[in-house]
Antibody, heavy 126, light 110 residues
Framework: QVQLVQSGAEVKKPGASVKVSCKAS????????MHWVRQAPGQGLEWMGI????????TYAQRFQGRVTVTRDTSTSTVYMELSSLRSEDTAVYFC???????????????????WGQGTLVTVSP | QSALTQPPSASGSPGQSVTISCTGTSSDVGGYNYVSWYQQHPGKAPKVMIY???KRPSGVPDRFSGSKSGNTASLTVSGLQADDEADYYC??????????FGGGTKLTVL
């Protein structure tokens, strides 16, 4: 069965960086794009970025450009999200989410998240 | 990329229907038929209820339906049940691999 298992909770100081992992199992890792989504306490979902596990190519939301880096390790079927220059507003639960289908040239099929990680709470506090 | 606009709250009595709107722009909702709706119960990961505007994944009851007109998508929940009480988020493809979510709507079953 498909599983996305994320790393544990983190507490960081302002200005530090955090790296969250998302280990995939139960399917062919390189065949599905992976997204990162975060949710601040009591707030809504916010899209952060996407990685193509096959090629390693990434796209990031404009507001995180320069601060977020998503990578993957195909040998361990793991995707990583690193967020730098942390501030208190980055306190949130961070989710990885598998895209069921794909998009190419503006055409998409099965464009939705079918599996999510359990979430990783990142707390930024002095 | 600005968040899609959803009403913060919606409510209905058991058995009734409720519709939640999701307004974007021609660069997201209006430009693509790739709107999804997610249900999120407290402390849980979101679950897809509708994708590509009006398609239901297997296992999602047909009480959930979606539509779109121009830059506004809608989710309708018919025959409200207690377990439908949750937060609902819309999302839309926004071109060049970008995605945008709505601010979320808290659905209360009275």
């Amino acid at each position: 069965q498909v599983q996305l298992v994320q790393s544990g909770a983190e507490v960081k100081k302002p200005g530090a960086s955090v790296k969250v992992s998302c280990k995939a199992s139960g399917y062919t890792f390189i065949s599905y794009y992976m997204h990162w989504v975060r949710q601040a306490p009591g707030q809504g979902l916010e899209w952060m970025g996407i990685i193509n596990p096959s090629s390693g190519s990434t796209t990031y939301a404009q507001r995180f450009q320069g601060r977020v880096t998503v990578t993957r390790d195909t040998s361990t079927s793991t995707v990583y999200m690193e967020l730098s220059s942390l501030r208190s507003e980055d306190t949130a639960v961070y989710f990885c989410a598998r895209l069921r289908g794909y998009c190419s040239g503006g055409y998409c099929e099965n464009y939705y998240f079918d599996y999510w990680g359990q979430g990783t709470l990142v707390t930024v506090s002095p | 990329q600005s968040a899609l606009t959803q009403p913060p709250s919606a409510s209905g009595s058991p058995g009734q229907s409720v519709t939640i709107s999701c307004t974007g722009t021609s660069s997201d909702v209006g430009g693509y038929n790739y709107v999804s709706w997610y249900q999120q119960h407290p402390g849980k990961a979101p679950k897809v209820m509708i994708y590509e505007v009006s398609k239901r994944p297997s296992g999602v009851p047909d009480r959930f339906s979606g539509s779109k007109s121009g830059n506004t998508a809608s989710l309708t929940v018919s025959g409200l049940q207690a377990d439908d009480e949750a937060d609902y988020y819309c999302s839309s493809y926004a071109g060049s691999d970008n995605l945008v979510f709505g601010g979320g709507t808290k659905l209360t079953v009275l």
